[in-house]
């Protein structure tokens, strides 16, 4: 091959590779579309109303749609046979019928009580009243996991996200979004599981994605709210609210979670930035 043909298939290679890098930065530019300066002079507003961040703010600024959950209910039978260790099938039939709200099932000092299709609290009287909390969150996840085998539940996808009241709670994380109301709450002893609270329902997807104010605008638009704090986590997810119909029903809509040094927490509309009230 003489020079020339070299050097022309050259030009055409770094020619290819220009396009595939140019591709590459706008992709993450769309993606991005937040300065640092931005994120900065951000901050400095925030500061001169008394809220300190010490925490990453998140770029994140895609289009987020409606979260849709699936009709399925986690699987009673295998919850039954894994936390009270017994078989579905010897549970009396008053028992078991219908599963009815407030249903509550006992055997040999353990008891679980079923609520609502999605959630259910189970206990052990068998164990000594001594609540430990020093178990590491990776510990008490990894002894529960057994204990959903089978259930329905996708315990690989709980991830902890705090400690209430001597409980470790873990949520659900799907895909990147933190999902609220999908929670685990857990009380261990020394000996094992004290007390286990789950709600969880199914998703099925998240459609018709619409533009989202980021968390930075979310920030420094409720300045009413967001003052004289120190913020120490921010987080996007879905959270139950109630939908302005007049009928007091509920949706999950997807908000920032702005969290607090106090511990408290305050959720903000994506859509619009309103804060979501959670009484």
């Known amino acids: 091959m003489d020079w020339s043909k070299a050097k ?3 030009i055409i290679i770094f020619f290819i590779l ?4 140019a591709g590459v930065i706008i992709k993450l530019a769309n993606q991005e579309g937040i300065s640092q300066d931005t994120i900065e002079n951000a901050k400095k507003a925030l500061l001169n109303r008394g ?13 987020i749609g409606t979260l849709v959950y699936s009709d399925d209910n986690i699987n009673y039978e295998r919850i039954i046979k894994n936390f009270l260790e017994v ?6 039939e008053n028992s078991k019928e219908e599963y009815m709200p ?3 099932i006992e055997k040999d000092g353990k008891e679980i009580i079923f609520q609502d299709g999605n959630k259910f609290i189970y206990k052990n009287k068998n164990l000594s ?19 959903f085998k089978g259930t329905g539940v996708p315990i690989s996808q709980f991830v902890f996200d705090k ?6 709670v873990f949520r659900q994380k799907y895909n990147e979004f933190w999902i609220f109301e999908n929670y685990i709450s857990v ?3 020394k000996e094992g599981v004290l007390h286990l609270e789950c709600r969880y329902r199914r998703i099925e997807d998240i459609i018709q994605g619409s533009d989202i104010l980021t968390a930075h605008q979310v920030l420094i638009k409720n300045h009413d709210s967001i003052k004289d704090i120190e913020i120490v986590a921010i987080d996007l997810g879905f959270k139950e609210s109630v939908v302005q119909n007049g009928k007091g029903e509920l949706e999950d809509i997807p908000v920032w979670r702005i969290r607090t040094s106090q511990e408290e927490e305050m959720f903000f509309r994506v859509y619009d930035g309103e804060k979501v009230n959670t009484q």
């Open 18 to 21: 220009n396009l595939f890098l």
């Open 163 to 168: 400690m209430e009241d001597g409980n470790y």
């Open 8 to 10: 022309s298939i050259l």
């Open 129 to 147: 009243y001594i609540i430990s909390a020093d178990k590491s969150s990776e510990e008490v996840l990894g002894n529960i996991k057994k204990l």
């Open 102 to 104: 407030q249903e509550l």
């Open 51 to 63: 809220v300190i961040v010490n925490s990453e703010i998140p770029l994140y600024n895609k289009k």
């Open 187 to 189: 009380r261990t002893s």
């Open 87 to 92: 078989d579905f099938l010897e549970i009396e």
